[in-house]
């Protein structure tokens, strides 16, 4: 019998690039990219948009590329499944608005122990939602750290367990209200419906990390142009979220006021000549070496490529320091064990890794995306890796089981189990 996936889509908006994603869990129960689609960003800085127009054609023309990948796909090996239209989208929020904070709550069950049910455990968790809520931010995750029943039973799941006081910290990420609304807005007059929204990083670390590093103790920097995303997790748990509001467009910014040249140009110096000061150390020939910087149409100067790093070095090495005091005012070095993971951008900067290292005294490596399958190449890049994470998260929202098969065969088991489940939290 023919089996029925469901797709989910999801939408990366960054400040340099924007990806679309489509994926769904397969009949192995693994979760598949089907393929993905990317386009430069237009019309948003640090997660802030500067141009409604701007950002919803970006959306319009990244999603158009999804959709003719799917048609060119299906045409070639699937012609009688029907052709994909994107209509909905999952989509990430970033930027300096995000904030993350540790809270707690406690429910009284009753005055004899009672059996914990999920409704219970969902009245507390709203009840520490609704200590951090506020008019003008959204939030965008509640993630459950640990419970506690009576005071003393501290445990990763509590259903099933007798108790008369439930308590519960969470981990809260909220953005900016209207920070939110426009990105929905942009998305909308793309001509596209939202069906959820996740923070960038989170979504990020779902596919980077490895359980046993957020077990041990891991950070997660998502260098981007905008904005570097700064993701602490122990015990298995996202314990701290910041956001340090500088990125990759900050150096190329830094170039064009140093040499007096457009952004275009000092982009394209950026991207030839960032080596963060690690290759030319020790070769005087190659520290010498002249390159033509373009004034205006008729003038043109000559700067040597140790000056060009020189900029670059500096600018950088101010991003790095600021990251160091954000994570040392958090008191979280002390408490890593698996080093750092780096992604984004600014991860491809050669010698980051080693400045990172030398800054913060700990082992820092290249992120690498995982946890999916897919028979399209080049979906490993680490580019994708935050729209893959969003498919992740996308699946669990949409409570899909990735251990079973979605075949019409099993809608009355499925339909089954749901009785059961809402006859067992309720009676």
């Known amino acids: 019998m023919a089996k029925n996936y469901y797709k989910v889509i999801g939408l990366d908006i960054g400040s340099a690039k924007t990806t679309v994603c489509i994926g769904s869990i397969d009949a192995e129960g693994r979760i598949e990219i089907h393929n993905a689609s990317m386009v430069k ?58 904030l993350g904070n540790n809270t707690k709550a406690m429910l009284n069950l009753s005055n004899r122990p009672v059996e914990i049910s999920r409704k219970d455990i969902q009245r507390a ?82 596919s980077t990390l490895t359980e046993q590093e957020k077990q041990a103790g891991v950070i997660l920097l998502e260098m981007g142009a905008g904005c570097v995303n700064i993701l602490f997790f122990k015990e298995g748990n996202l314990q701290y979220t910041g956001v340090i509001p500088m990125g990759g467009h900050d150096i190329t910014r830094e170039i064009a006021r140093k040499l007096s040249i ?40 000559s700067i040597t490529r140790k000056q060009m790093e020189d900029i670059i070095d500096k600018k950088l090495n101010e991003q790095l320091l600021l990251i160091k005091k954000d994570l040392e005012l958090a008191g979280i070095i002390s408490r890593v064990k698996c080093g750092v993971v780096i992604c984004g951008g600014m991860s491809f900067m050669d010698g980051i890794i080693e400045k990172l290292e030398k800054i913060l005294g700990l082992k820092v ?63």
């Open 41 to 98: 960003t237009r019309g948003l800085e640090r997660g802030v948009i500067t141009d409604l127009g701007e950002v919803a054609g970006c959306i319009e023309e990244v999603v158009k590329k999804a959709e003719n990948k799917a048609r060119s796909f299906q045409g070639s090996k699937h012609s009688k499944r029907k052709t994909t239209r994107i209509s909905s989208v999952f989509t990430t929020i970033s930027g300096e608005h995000i």
């Open 125 to 206: 968790i709203d009840s520490a939602k609704y200590l951090s809520a506020s008019v003008d931010r959204d939030v965008l995750h509640a993630l459950a750290q640990e419970f506690i029943v009576d005071g003393c039973k501290r445990m990763k799941n509590p259903l099933g367990i007798f108790g008369t006081r439930l308590g519960v910290n969470l981990h809260i990420i909220t953005g900016g209200t209207s920070y939110v609304k426009d990105v929905i807005k942009a998305i909308n007059r793309a001509g596209l419906d939202v069906e959820g929204v996740a923070y960038s990083g989170f979504a990020t670390s779902l």
């Open 262 to 301: 457009d952004l275009l140009q000092a982009e394209e110096l950026k991207l030839h000549y960032r080596n963060a000061s690690s290759n030319y150390s020790g070769n005087e020939s190659s520290s010498e070496e002249k390159i033509i910087i373009k004034k205006d149409a008729s003038n043109y100067e």
């Open 365 to 427: 490596s290249m992120g690498i995306t995982r946890g999916f399958v897919s028979s399209s190449s080049g979906l490993s890049n680490i580019f994708y890796s935050t729209g893959i994470g969003l498919i992740m998260h996308a699946l669990r929202q949409k409570n899909i089981d990735n251990k079973k098969t979605f075949s019409t065969g099993n809608i009355r088991s499925k339909i089954v189990a749901k009785i059961r489940e809402v006859y067992e939290e309720y009676f």
